[in-house]
């Protein structure tokens, strides 16, 4: 059967005949007439012959393809569906039955035409691979179609190939399926971030009309997407509407997150909402669950925004705005104590930070070491002693009795741990940012202390968790945890003076990012003998790394007139690339900063803000992550130039929204 279908798709002859009139010209110029009229006279008859079996090869394909290809099709007048056969090697279609004659206006009476002409952009590659199926819908004449296909092979040398294609029509099944997707539920939290602080000292009769102003701003809000509302709580809202309107929230970028920002306290207070979305649950109760990971997740990353969870990601809408603080030291204390508990019950406890440790990182760790000592349980610090930004400090900390041998590498506390070991990360909440993430996935229980915007990848389960974006640093949230869990004099002065680093670096010495918290973990650590003047001295760069810095910002180049980005070809120190980030915002007019520089097999941003950019959610979409006026983020296996490209990109995309 396949020797026969060889034969039926055998090549076309032309290049056999313009040889053959070639022939006859040069016959005739060399003054040859009788043998060139005889030549034109044979290649006539042979075109004509030609011409004749075509035709016939033609009508034994259709018979050949109506009899083995298209059974569905036998013995009736009228097909099923439409089908076409397509030569594999160039598209070309070499055969098409009524339904996809009258679908696609083809004829086969007319010359040979590549399938692409009535589908664009269709390809057979899926075909040539194996499939059956084509991956896309294909729409023709505002009908939706749905194409199988198979291949046979022919038993000839030249091994052609006959692709065979079906169209279903499922224009029908389409639009119900559409119409089901359109219609899922979907449920929202609507959360009053700063509800106490909006009614504050306020009279009965003020709350009762703080609270009618946000009722009607919301329900104004809602009234436009046919839902159901519902209030909860004094500050939390239900709020359930069909997935087809999600896209009209996502258009007009959740504008309730700026109207309700016109409702203010009389002392001058503006209220401000977050959003918590599930999608694409299963059940009302999973669609509930999603949205109030999705709430969380807001406010763990400083409210006044929208958050979508569906069955695999986080999407982010809003947050732009600085975090307002808005902390209760009820929790540090109920943190304070519930770590003290776990330290104790744990047999050894592990303190880990992010890669490339810093201050703040540092600084947090030795707060912790200082609650494991006062429980009296062994402890260790995960860092890698070759790569930090933090070499002076750390050979200070040496030097103390109580952390000789407290450093360890990552898999030396692989070594060590066991089924009662606990590991407390400071300073990132992200999973791929810890010092040793194998460490992480082998210790059972695990608390995080954090002060940068959550990730959509954060870390979990987790046991313990002090997590607040409104904090300067990691440093201020351990002080925090030292004011309710050690005496005074349990406190070392390198632990204190460690924590005070921390804290200048991360507010670039209590200039950015500090509230009254802030200030007042500074003075109990004064109190515990952190001098500021060694501290600055930590903080001090050779003259060397001095000249390097001003190089930094020398190579920077403005962007949007108040951006400034250093694109760096030489790789640099990361503590250099931050303080020339930091050095760029002192220049008149600059809001943030960007430094790129490679490192390795990746490439590093240090990025900086104190003005309306937040740097945190222009780098996210890189794999970054920080807060408003501090990031980070390291984009491996790319080059500067390729990075640089997509920063720019998502700058713009930035000011876009």
Not at 124 to 134: F, I, M, R, V
Not at 496 to 515: H, P, Q, Y
Not at 542 to 569: E, G, M, V
């Amino acid at each position: 059967m396949n020797k026969k279908l060889g034969r039926l798709l055998n090549p076309s002859m032309g290049a056999y005949f313009v040889v053959l009139i070639a022939f006859s010209v040069a016959a005739a110029l060399l003054q040859y007439f009788i043998l060139a009229g005889a030549t034109l006279v044979v290649t006539a008859g042979v075109f004509t012959l030609y011409i004749v079996l075509r035709a016939r090869r033609r009508r034994e394909l259709k018979n050949y393809l109506e009899n083995h290809l298209n059974e569905l099709e036998q013995g009736t007048a009228v097909a099923p569906f439409p089908m076409v056969a397509v030569r594999m090697s160039d598209s070309m279609i070499v055969y098409a039955n009524d339904p996809f004659i009258h679908l696609t206006g083809f004829s086969d009476r007319s010359k040979e035409r590549q399938i692409q002409q009535y589908l664009p952009e269709f390809g057979l590659d899926w075909l040539s691979s194996g499939k059956s199926e084509y991956p896309y819908d294909v729409t023709i004449d505002k009908r939706r179609y749905r194409i199988y296909g198979t291949t046979i092979q022919a038993d000839d040398p030249q091994q052609t190939w006959l692709g065979v294609l079906y169209f279903t029509d499922l224009t029908e099944l389409y639009q119900i399926r559409d119409e089901y997707i359109r219609s899922r539920p979907v449920v929202s939290i609507i959360l009053v971030d700063n509800y106490e602080e909006l009614t504050k000292n306020l009279s009965e009769g003020a709350t009762s009309a703080m609270n009618a102003r946000l009722n009607e701003t919301i329900t104004n809000w809602t009234e436009g997407y046919h839902g159901l509302l519902r209030r909860m709580e004094r500050n939390r809202f239900l709020f359930i509407f069909e997935k087809k309107d999600l896209k009209q929230a996502i258009g007009d970028k959740f504008s309730l997150l700026e109207d309700i920002h016109e409702i203010t306290s009389p002392s001058g207070v503006a209220a401000s909402i977050s959003f918590g979305i599930g999608v694409d649950a299963e059940t009302f109760e999973e669609a509930y669950d999603f949205a109030s990971l999705s709430i969380e997740m807001a406010l763990s990353r400083g409210g006044d925004q929208a958050v979508i969870k569906d069955r695999v990601n986080f999407e982010f809408y809003g947050g732009r705005t600085r975090e307002s603080e808005h902390r209760s030291k009820v929790r540090s204390r109920v943190t304070a104590n519930s770590l003290m508990e776990l330290i104790g019950q744990s047999s050894e406890v592990f303190i880990m930070g992010h890669k490339n440790a810093d201050l703040d990182a540092l600084g947090a760790a030795m707060g912790i070491a200082c609650l494991c000592r006062k429980k009296n349980k062994p402890f260790a610090i995960v860092l890698d002693l070759q790569r930090n930004a933090a070499e002076k400090l750390i050979e200070e900390i040496q030097q103390v009795p109580e952390y000789k041998n407290a450093f360890i590498s990552g898999q030396e506390a692989l070594l060590r741990c066991d089924n009662r070991s606990t590991l407390v990360v400071v300073d990132t909440n992200r999973p791929d940012q810890v010092e040793n993430k194998h460490l992480l996935e082998a210790v059972p229980k695990v608390c995080v202390v954090d002060h940068h915007r959550r990730a959509a990848d954060y870390i979990k389960p987790v046991v313990v968790n002090l997590h607040e974006p409104y904090a300067s640093s990691a440093a201020e949230l351990v002080t925090e945890l030292l004011e309710y869990a050690v005496e005074k004099k349990d406190v070392l002065p390198i632990e204190a003076k460690s924590l005070m680093a921390g804290i200048f670096l991360d507010t670039k010495s209590f200039n950015v990012r500090t509230g009254e918290r802030t200030f007042e973990a500074a003075a109990f650590l004064r109190q515990l003998g952190a001098d500021t003047v060694e501290v600055k001295k930590l903080l001090q760069n050779d003259f060397q790394d001095t000249i390097a810095k001003h190089q930094i910002i020398k190579s920077a180049r403005l962007y949007r007139q108040d951006l400034a980005i250093a694109a760096l070809n030489s790789a640099t120190s990361r503590t250099l690339a931050a303080q020339a980030a930091d050095e760029l915002l002192n220049i008149s007019g600059i809001t943030a900063s960007f430094v790129l520089y490679p490192d390795g097999d990746q490439v590093v941003i240090s990025a900086r803000s104190i003005g309306d950019a937040n740097v945190q959610m222009i780098l996210e979409p890189l794999g970054g992550g920080g807060n408003t006026a501090t990031a980070g983020a390291q984009i491996k296996d790319s080059t500067v130039k390729d990075v640089l490209d997509r920063l720019v990109d998502s700058i713009d995309r930035f000011y876009e929204l």
